[in-house]
C-alpha cells in the first residue's frame, strides 16, 4: 500500500488550494479514504471522510462548507478542495486507508497559510 499526497503549499488567509492523494497497492474503489491534518506540537485530528459505497461524506466542523473532499476511482485519487482558508489550518495535511486491518498514512503534504 502506497498513498502519496501532493498539492500543499503557502497561501494567504482567504486562498484556496487543492490537494491530491495518490493511491496504490490495494482495491482503492472498496475503500473508504481520509483526510487528516496535524499542527506543529499537536496531535493529528481527522479532516474529512469519503466512503467507498455510494461515495457520501463527512466533514469536522472546523472544515464544513469549506472543504470538499472528492475521489477519482479510475486514478485512484482523492482530493481535498480546501476554500476560504485560515491561518488556523496550518498543518501537515495526510490521506488515509485502512486496509486488512491495518491503517495506511502517506508521508503528508505542509500546507500553510499566512498574510
Known amino acids: 500500500v502506497q498513498l502519496v499526497e501532493f498539492g500543499g503549499g503557502l497561501v494567504q488567509p482567504g486562498g484556496s488550494l487543492r490537494l491530491s492523494c495518490a493511491a496504490s497497492?490495494?482495491?482503492?474503489?472498496?475503500?473508504?479514504m481520509r483526510w487528516y491534518r496535524q499542527a506543529p506540537e499537536k496531535e493529528r485530528v481527522w479532516v474529512a471522510t469519503?466512503?467507498?459505497?455510494?461515495?457520501?461524506?463527512d466533514y469536522a466542523d472546523s472544515v464544513k462548507g469549506r472543504f470538499t473532499i472528492s475521489r477519482d476511482n479510475a486514478k485512484n485519487t482523492v482530493y481535498l478542495q480546501m476554500n476560504s482558508l485560515k491561518v488556523e489550518d496550518t498543518a501537515v495535511y495526510l490521506c488515509?486507508?485502512?486496509?486488512?486491518?491495518?491503517?495506511?498514512w502517506g508521508q503528508g503534504t505542509q500546507v500553510t497559510v499566512s498574510s
Open positions: 497497492g490495494f482495491p482503492f474503489s472498496s475503500v473508504t
Open positions: 488515509h486507508a485502512y486496509v486488512d486491518r491495518v491503517n495506511y
Open positions: 469519503i466512503r467507498s459505497v455510494g461515495g457520501s461524506t
